[in-house]
T-cell receptor
Framework: DGGITQSPKYLFRKEGQNVTLSCEQN?????MYWYRQDPGQGLRLIYY???????QKGDIAEGYSVSREKKESFPLTVTSAQKNPTAFYLC????????????FGPGTRLTVT | DQQVKQNSPSLSVQEGRISILNCDYT??????FLWYKKYPAEGPTFLIS?????DKNEDGRFTVFLNKSAKHLSLHIVPSQPGDSAVYFC???????????FGAGTQVVVTP
């Protein structure tokens, strides 16, 4: 059954700690994305990767880092430099970067106190 | 600076009636538009799309209308069903650049 998995569903961290959110896809998609969703705002692009071992900053990359060592995996690290890390994080993938449709994972809700 | 706006955060409609969701955009370079549907605790799923060369696209109960001169698109759901209760996101992109811009979403509640 193809899809995108994100774990964990809920994550709690203390301020000042780095935390890594997992994203795995078995759709054989080249492109992967990380979005952040805050109340009253649209999904905002954090980072994206068009291909393995390559990634680019999105619109709100400050305080985040990513890696793309494997085609199926695109973990996101929320660092202590991120001023407002509490949010709902969504990972997505698409066949290619120019593909019109993105497939989303179920999301991870991160709460930092 | 939000380039895609959904000005109605919520919409309540009776089962069987029409739901109309609106989306406005500011970037005239956008040439592809999508609607996604999101249930609580799930990721958004693709619903319907429209290219800028069209002004209407229909898929079953869902129809998207595009008015390029007004920079406005709408999603019509007819008839509305309880399972349509969800958050609907509008998204837009330019053909030459793969990044999508998303609206803030509209929460639709379909009541019996």
């Amino acid at each position: 059954d193809g899809g995108i998995t994100q774990s964990p569903k809920y994550l709690f961290r203390k301020e000042g700690q780095n935390v890594t959110l997992s994203c795995e896809q078995n759709l054989n998609h080249d492109a992967m994305y990380w979005y952040r969703q805050d109340p009253g705002q649209g999904l905002r692009l954090i980072y994206y990767s068009q291909i393995v071992n390559d990634f680019q900053k999105g619109d709100i990359a400050e305080g985040y880092s990513v890696s793309r060592e494997k085609k199926e995996s695109f973990p996101l690290t929320v660092t202590s430099a991120q001023k407002n890390p509490t949010a709902f994080y969504l990972c997505a993938s698409s066949l290619g970067f120019s593909s019109y449709e993105q497939y989303f994972g179920p999301g991870t809700r991160l709460t930092v106190t | 600076d939000q380039q895609v706006k959904q000005n109605s955060p919520s919409l309540s409609v009776q089962e069987g009636r029409i739901s109309i969701l609106n989306c406005d955009y500011t970037n005239s370079m956008f040439d592809y538009f999508l609607w996604y549907k999101k249930y609580p605790a799930e990721g958004p799923t693709f619903l319907i799309s429209i290219s800028s060369i069209k002004d209407k696209n229909e898929d079953g109960r869902f129809t998207v209308f595009l008015n390029k001169s007004a920079k406005h698109l709408s999603l019509h759901i007819v008839p509305s069903q309880p399972g349509d209760s969800a958050v609907y996101f509008c998204a837009a992109r330019t053909d030459s650049w793969g990044k999508f811009q998303f609206g803030a979403g509209t929460q639709v509640v379909v009541t019996p």
